[in-house]
């Protein structure tokens, strides 16, 4: 499961070294996708194929699932960990993501994100606010087990 956060940095080639145990699930390859929040989403093969048939059994006459194919396939790469333990991300999607050095990878269960620093630290004070109304989460039906 990728868990935590973790900074690193972004080269001039676009590469970017994912923590060792990131790595590790990698080591059978992974797909690059764009995210849903100017991020993007690190999939192992297997998540991202999970993934795909989920949303091409959505009603394709529906627009919205046009879209999110769209989004999801359209951008898609197969990535995989070089020799020294880099990941390339596709310059398409750093734009997307206004990826600059430096990132911060979020471990989200079967995927991590990859964000700008700067987009990651408003997406913080967003989950720490206070302020925030508490029952934002209610809707979500999280049940403990």
Do not use: H
């Not at 059994?57 to 951008?75: I, V, Y």
Request: proline share 4%.
């Amino acid at each position: 499961m990728f868990s935590g956060q973790y900074n690193t940095t972004l080269n001039s080639t676009n590469q970017l070294t994912p923590p060792q145990r990131f790595g590790d699930l990698l080591a059978q390859g992974g797909v690059v996708t764009q995210g849903f929040d100017r991020n993007l989403m690190v999939l192992t093969s297997q998540a991202f194929q999970e993934l795909t048939s989920r949303v091409m059994s959505m009603n394709l006459t529906n627009p919205l699932a046009r879209m999110l194919l769209r989004m999801l396939l359209g951008n898609a790469n197969e990535v995989a960990l070089d020799q020294t333990g880099q990941l390339t991300i596709p310059k398409k999607l750093c734009r997307i993501a206004n990826l600059q050095s430096p990132t911060v990878m979020v471990g989200m269960g079967d995927f991590f994100e990859i964000w700008s620093a700067e987009a990651w630290s408003e997406q913080e004070t967003k989950l720490t606010d206070s302020e925030a109304d508490p029952s934002r989460y209610s809707s979500l039906n999280l049940v403990m087990r």
